[in-house]
């Protein structure tokens, strides 16, 4: 499978790593709203050495309570650590809901937008949809600042496949081409530990769409649900669950620890190669 990303296009006939560049200052603690881009083009360069084939640029946090900041605020964290990315060899994915943040990130040369609200925003089909650049569509249920107020499905996974098709169905008719698509089901976006299990077990339904599956897993609270860790110990459990998203038919695997991914990456595609050849 490929994805055409702007001007580069990412083979995935192999998994590939998503690396999170957060430009918030809660996750680079800077005491204030400025953000070093110089910092943050250390942190991309970090994640291309160690592997990833996308890096993954946001400025404004999506976890679970997480409060909103102002567009302005989110275009003076991103667009300046894009106009850097974006000089190296790897796919530039700016990790955002708002239209004109996508508009000033492709422009800044971004391959990518990548958006937890799918675009439903008014006017992000159309920003993306005059580019060349991929888009990831995730499923959220509700909004970071109340999606974890008890969250209910029927099906959990029929749910979430109904409504990213329906969202890729939108993307077609505003002109975005499949193979500029890829899917994510939102672990940790409205969903309980059980929700979030049951898409992982299920993850090849989402696949028979026959676009690339993105999976974001790492550190989150299901992680921590299941071994008891606290965040700051939730690599062997990242890297567990994104090998088992990957076996499931995953392509593309969003994480913090970089290298650790790849790693485990490696290990499923060379079994995995032995299977087909
Ligand atoms: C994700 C993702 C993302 N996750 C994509 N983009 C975050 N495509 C940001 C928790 O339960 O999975 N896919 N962008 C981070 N958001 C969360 C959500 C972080 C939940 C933590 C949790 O702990």
Redesign the pocket.
Known sequence: MKLVCGSRTLDLATPQVMGVVNVTPDSFSDGGAYFDPDAALARVERVVAEGAAIV?I?GES???GAAPVSASEELHRVIPAIERAVRLPVVVSV?TSRPEVMRAAIAAGAHMV?D?RALAAPGALAAVAGTRAAV?L?HMRGSPADMQDDPRYGDVVAEVAAFLAARVAACERAGIARERIAI?P????GKTLEHNLELLRRLGTLGEAGLPV???LS????IGAITGRPVGERLAGSVAAAVIAVLRGACIV?AHDVAEAVDGLRIVAAVMQGENG
């Not at 939102?186 to 976006?189: K, N, V």
């Not at 550190?219 to 299901?222: E, F, P």
């Open positions: 993954d946001g999506t976890r679970p990790d990548n937890v990831c995730m994510d939102g672990f940790g976006f993105v999976v974001g550190r989150k609270r299901m969003r």
